[in-house]
């Protein structure tokens, strides 16, 4: 549905490297609307629950290691989870098409720019964990008629 909301946050690399413009205007270039966003250095508890699919990893504590501010967003549109996943590109950037975000901007694993989430339930879950409810905001936007027919 045209409702459907996706967790996307800019990685502290994506920050760093001044990709945050970039992120957002490909969700909005595609015509998702913005409905929350904050800058937010995340403590390793957050992240901890943000990743708790991967408490198993070998990697699991280089993914909860806090090195630095993201920026937290969620977009609303037409399939937000499904789109807004390859919008984002494969986890690994070097399997990522160009013209994903990954697959533009990013190499390695560890440094791959972006989260997107991957599935609506878990979508939900992730909206849940960065935002409160007054956080996410609901508005029209005046291009809805001309991105939706
Ligand atoms: P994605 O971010 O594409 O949803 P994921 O949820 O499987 O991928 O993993 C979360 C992050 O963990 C991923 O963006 C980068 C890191 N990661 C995943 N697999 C990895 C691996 N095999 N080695 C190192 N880092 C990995
Ligand atoms: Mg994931």
């Not at 045209?2 to 967790?7: M, N, S």
């Not at 403590?43 to 990893?57: F, G, Q």
């Not at 501010?69 to 996943?85: F, N, S, Y």
Request: hydrophobic residues 35%.
């Amino acid at each position: 549905s045209t409702t459907e909301q996706t967790f996307i946050a800019i990685k502290p690399d994506g920050v760093q490297r001044g990709l945050v413009g970039t992120v957002i205007s490909r969700f909005e270039n595609r015509g998702f609307k913005l409905v929350a966003i904050k800058l937010v250095t995340p403590s390793k508890e957050h992240l901890e629950k943000h990743y708790a699919d991967l408490s198993s990893k070998p990697f699991f504590p280089k993914l909860i290691t806090c090195n630095g501010p993201i920026v937290a967003t969620v977009w609303e549109g037409l399939d937000a989870v499904k789109t807004g996943r390859s919008i984002v590109g494969a986890t690994n950037p070097l399997a990522s098409t160009p013209g994903t975000i990954r697959g533009d901007y990013a190499l390695s694993m560890g440094r791959n720019v972006i989260h997107g989430s991957d599935s609506v339930e878990n979508a939900k879950a992730e909206i849940e964990n960065w935002f409160t409810a007054e956080e996410i905001i609901s508005w029209k936007s005046h291009s809805e008629d001309w991105v939706y027919e």
